[in-house]
């Protein structure tokens, strides 16, 4: 049984940092990586994706050079190092697991899902 658990959300001033962590219990290899994000009254947004069997990395239009997406394979945890985060960029954020093999196809109804951890950034 897979679960995903999150850290490392929180309150910060826009142009501030926020680092958040995902370990995975469970299946790690093989797998597609990503984190979502989900503001009041908007769509999830997909915001970054890697694989865990080579590190490519996607990045959402909104975050390219201010996010960073990377793995620690040994400590089976995902990462997401937010810089010069915006008020924008409020929302909770979400880790997700798949192992379809493809990114770019996440979510799907087999994705698994963390619990979330909420970003507020204040202007």
């Known amino acids: 049984q897979v679960q995903l658990v999150e850290s490392g959300g929180g309150s910060v001033q826009a142009g501030g940092s926020l680092r958040l962590s995902c370990v995975v219990s469970?299946?790690?290899?093989?797998?597609?990586m990503g984190w979502f994000r989900q503001a009041p009254g908007k769509e999830r947004e997909k915001v970054a994706t890697?694989?865990?069997?080579?590190?490519?990395?996607y990045y959402a239009d909104s975050v390219k050079g201010r996010f960073t997406i990377s793995l620690d394979n040994a400590k089976k945890t995902v990462y997401l190092q937010m810089n010069s985060l915006k008020p924008e960029d409020t929302g909770m954020y979400y880790c997700a697991a798949d192992w379809t093999g493809r990114c770019d196809i996440i979510p799907r109804t087999t994705t698994r899902w963390g619990q979330g951890t909420q970003v507020t950034v204040s202007s």
């Open positions: 890697t694989y865990t069997s080579d590190g490519r990395t």
């Open positions: 469970g299946l790690y290899k093989s797998a597609c």
